[in-house]
Structures are given as C-alpha cells and as structure tokens.
C-alpha cells in the first residue's frame, strides 16, 4: 500500500500531494519526498532554488484542486480528480483478511494510520483462477489481503448524497471491484459509487461449519464493507441511510441475499438485483461437506471423512494449490464454492436458513428492489454448444438443475423427459434449435430463480418489487451460433448502464438505450422507483401475482403481463414436488 510519510525535520519545508520537499538549513541540500521515496538533489544556485519554489507554489496551488483529503474512522484518505472531473479513492482497505491457517476465518478489522493515506492503487484482486493477468495493457495486483474498497465522489457542493454499493459478479469465483467504472452515473453529481473486492472460490466460500472454516467469508467480507461504509461514507459527503446495493449475476445473487441476511439489517436501504437471485440453483451450496470432499480428492488428499483433518487439510494448504483445481462449468450449472448455511457455532452467521424459507416467513426487510433478467441469458452457455449437445442427447439428467431431487430412477427419468420435450419436443439437441438451447440455460441458471423469488416476495406481501426483462440486441452484435438472431446476454443491462470503453463509436440506437437505462436506474437509486410519478416514461407499477406486470426494455418500454409465461408455470410445478432444499454443513 502506498502512504505519505512526512519528514519530522525542523527546517523550511513544502508538502504537497504525494510531495514532500525539505530545504536543509544552508540551502546545500534538498530532500524531496514523493510518496515516501526520498530523492536527494544539490541546488546549483539560488536562482535554481528560486525556480524551485515557484514552481513548487504553482504545483502546490494546483494539488489543492487535484487532491481531496477526508478523514474517515482509520485516518486521514487522500484522493485525486480524475480526468472526467470527479474524485476518485483508490485501495483503501476497509477490513483486514486473515491468513495463513486463518485464511477462511471472517474478516479482521482494517488497520490505521497517522499520515494521509495515498488511495492511488488500482486494480488489486483477490487471488483466484488466473487465466490472464494483462488485459488490454492493465497489470493486475492479486494479493491475499485484498479486501480493498474504491469510492467514486463527483465535484458537486451537494453533500449527503445516495450512495450506490456496486457487488461484482463472476460466479463468485472471479473478478474485482473495477470491472465496471460509473463515470456516465456519476457525471450527473446525484451519487456516490462504491466499489471493492471481496475472498473469491474456495478462499471466501469453502464451508465446514467447523470453527476455523465456518463458511461464507467472502459474504462476511461484504457486511464488514456495508458496516464501512455506515461509518465513513458521509465524510465523502453521503448519506449513510440512503444505501442501495447493487450487481449482476453472482454480484445479483449476493445482494439478494444480503437482503435476507440478519448479519445485514440495517446496512442497506434499496436493492438492484440483476439476472441473479438468492433463489438460483447456483446461489447457494446444496451440500458444503460434499464439495468440500470433491476438491479435497482432486488434491490427492483421500481422509475426506474425518472433518477434522479434512479442516486441517484445507487450513494448511497454500493458496495458490487450492486455486489450482478447475471446478467451474459444471453440466447441472452447479457452483461449487457460493453462499451456504452455516452450522451455528456460536459465530456470527450470514445465512441460518435457505432463501425460498426465509421469503416464505417473510422474515425480511421489504425495501425498494430492482430485479430482471436479459432475454437471453442463456447465450452464456454457447461456448458449450457443440461438446454439450451431444452429450444432452445421449444423458440429458447430467444438465438438470442441482437442486432437483427424485425419490427413485424411474421417477427421475420421467421428469427429465418431460423437461427434455418440454424444451426440444421429439427433436435432439442440435444446430436446428439452438435458440431453445439458449431458452434452456436462460431458466435454468439464471431466469427461473428470478421468476420464483419474485413470486415468493409478493407472497409475502413485498409490494416494492419493480420486474424487468431486457431484451435489446444492437446491430452491431454478432449472430447466435447457426442462426440469424442477435439477443441480449448475460447482464447485458449492466453493460448498458455503467461505461463501454469504446462509447463514442456505439450505434445511435444503442447510445440511446444506454441513456434510458442510465436514467431509469439512477430514478430507482434516488427515489426508491425506476418511474417516479412525474416522469415521461411509461408508467412501471410494482409486480403483483402471477407476476404480472413487469417492464420489457428493448428499443422501446413496454409493460407486459405473466413474466417467463409459461415457463415460470412449468418450473413452479417442477420445484413444488421436487425441489431439494440447501443444508447447512454436518
């Protein structure tokens, strides 16, 4: 981490920024400090020091505008402008992760300090799967203790502003706070952005309910952030008790878990899940212990049935091995190390029951919530088409969702069928239907948990629930494998509402859907609905039963009825009978 350090010498003396410059007592010597690295020059002359100073007094006029100072609960943070104008805080550490033995242990608090911390750092991640380590010339910095938060300020006089906390997707096994960037939100001056990492794959999710290896650290590390930002976001100049917490896929499950959370209550205020739900069969662990006992095998280690040394296995086993092992793409759209119910043991828990019972007691606070999916979500799975296709055909039970459960063969057989013609007809997997393929793994994984936890919301008298599908494909997008259709991927309302990188070479009429999207979303992080009742958009009035209405967004708004139709009614029937409910580790 990077920290100013002044030097405590009794001589003339200029700070600024990351800049220190210390003249010795008979002008021979200077010291310039720059962010704690002491360069030492010899002036020629005084006209040289002359120079120096004006040229320090400029620097130190123009640092006053370029660098912000706050004071926060660990000590003085320094930020600077960027060049959109707004303020950015980079890397400050909001709590501390435990290592060593303690790797999965929750997190610590952050540490403190006396001098102005430099928030300049970009781009550190928490250590995870490494397929490539320089994306369009961005090193990235994987450290374990990575919990690190970004705050994005815009230049406005207005203070006690909403604040969006943005939670990053990838299955929970990937990413870092800065794979999206808010500058078009916050160039309106109406929010505070807060970004941050948090533990990823089995270092924030191996679950044993054991003492040492409780579960659920990475989620932890999300309250501790949430807990950080109660304390310090208003000396940023926002409004602790305007919070809305925010992500996509993974990033959508774990705010709506947040949202049931009792380790939560009180930390948020507003909810924005997209195309993730606490409800999705890849959510939440169906069984902690069992994969636990897969990974451990992976790794050669064969005593997977004594608890103890398994705890003491994974305790003991760096890092960098356990990463090692490729878990992911899971034929059932299973995620090994997510979310679990934890064992109570006397800790503080994130998650004591599964979400579809905590939403049927209504055991929540029913806040404002924001939540949809892309029409095509399961574009998502077409890297697997041509290997899963015929693998479908001859075995089709493999792809059933991980939390179905059938009393005996014959039984799962006939469900499985029953999907199977329900999707295909009488017609195998193939290149012909694609498109149903795509409509398959759109419910499976990401749609149908969407679907049941809004049900389960308005059952329990939730009357904040604003639904939504995005539909729109752009012209410029290139066609789904063997057919002449484009379609809306996996969150791609995300991509339509934070920054592209290439943004002034977008279509018009995709510059125009992000601009709608924009506004629509930051209405809901200001006023608690994405149509306020003055507005020029189509009215959008909360879901009600047979969760009807919702909003499709495509080129054009339009309010719709019987969200997923009869594929949400197909699943429901489904999972009334068969559903095979999470379980805390034994």
């Known amino acids: 981490m990077l920290m100013t350090r002044k030097l405590k010498y009794d001589t003339p003396r200029l700070h600024m920024g990351g800049v220190d410059i210390v003249l010795s007592n008979d002008i021979k010597l200077l010291r310039i400090v720059i962010d704690g690295k002491t360069h030492i020059q010899h002036p020629r002359n005084i006209m040289w020091w002359q120079g120096i100073v004006v040229c320090t007094y400029i620097a130190l006029v123009m640092s006053n505008e370029m660098w912000r100072i706050i004071n926060i609960d660990q000590g003085p943070v320094k930020g600077y402008r960027a060049t959109e104008g707004h303020f950015v805080f980079h890397g400050i550490p909001y709590a501390t992760a435990p290592t060593g033995p303690n790797k999965f242990k929750p997190p610590l608090p952050p540490p403190t300090w006396d001098e ?32 690190i938060t970004n705050i994005y300020v815009p230049d406005t006089a207005e203070s006690n502003l909403p604040v969006v906390v943005d939670i ?66 208003a000396s940023f100049g926002g409004n602790p008790n305007d919070v809305t917490i925010s992500g996509c896929s993974a990033g959508g499950s774990a705010v709506d878990l947040i949202m049931i959370s009792k380790l939560a209550k009180g930390l948020f205020h507003k909810i ?68 679990c119910i934890e064992r109570n043991i006397g800790q503080e828990m994130f998650l004591d029951d599964y979400p579809s019972n905590i939403l049927l007691h209504g055991e929540y606070p029913r806040v404002p919530l924001l939540i949809g999916i892309t029409k095509m979500e399961g574009m998502y799975r077409l890297t697997n088409f041509e290997s899963w296709k015929t693998m479908m055909n001859s075995n089709f039970s493999m792809f059933l969702p991980e939390d179905l459960i059938f009393e005996t063969d014959n039984e799962k057989e006939f469900i499985t ?39 389960l919301h308005v059952e329990a008298g939730h009357k904040q629930v604003y639904l939504f599908e995005y539909a729109y494909a ?55 609905k994405p149509v306020p009742e003055v507005s020029s958009y189509p009215a959008w009035p909360p879901v009600g039963r047979n969760r009807t209405p919702y909003m499709f967004l495509d080129r054009e708004m339009m309010l719709k009825s019987h969200f997923l139709q009869d594929r949400a009614f197909f699943w429901d029937e489904i999972y009334e009978k068969y559903y095979k409910s999470p379980k805390a580790p034994y």
């Open 417 to 455: 069928e029953k999907i199977k013609r329900f999707y295909f007809g009488d017609e195998p997997v193939s290149e012909k239907n694609v498109l149903k393929y795509v409509d398959y793994f759109t419910d499976v994984m990401f749609a149908y948990g969407v679907a049941k936890a809004v049900k």
């Open 474 to 528: 752009d012209e410029n997008d290139e066609y789904i494998m063997h057919t002449t259709k484009r379609g809306a991927t996996h969150c791609a309302q995300r991509d339509a509402l934070m920054d592209s990188s290439d943004e002034h070479q977008l279509s018009d009429a995709y510059k125009q859907m992000k601009t709608l999207m924009r506004e629509l979303w930051l209405n809901f992080f200001t006023t608690g």
């Open 272 to 339: 924005s899940a997209g195309s993730g739900s606490s409800t999705a069969s890849f959510s939440v662990q169906v069984d902690p212990i069992a994969n636990a006992k897969m990974i451990a095998k992976k790794l050669n280690f064969i005593d997977t049935d004594d608890l103890g040394a398994l705890e003491n296995f994974y305790k003991n086993l760096p890092l960098e091995k356990l990463l090692s092992v490729d878990f992911l793409n899971e034929a059932n759209s299973a995620t090994v190390f997510a979310p």
């Open 168 to 233: 990053h997707g990838g299955a929970f096994q990937f990413g870092h706070g800065q794979m999206r960037t808010p500058l078009n939100l916050l160039k309106t001056g109406k929010i505070i952005f807060v970004n941050f990492n948090y533990r990823l794959g089995p270092h924030g999710f191996l679950c044993l309910g054991t003492k040492d290896i409780p579960g659920n650290a990475g989620m932890k590390d999300q309250i501790a952030l949430l807990r950080w930002v109660q304390r310090n976001i």
């Open 116 to 147: 102005p911390f430099a928030a300049v750092q970009r781009f550190v991640l928490c250590p995870q799967m490494i397929r490539n380590n320089n994306t369009n010339n961005v090193i990235f910095h994987y450290q374990e203790d990575c919990l």
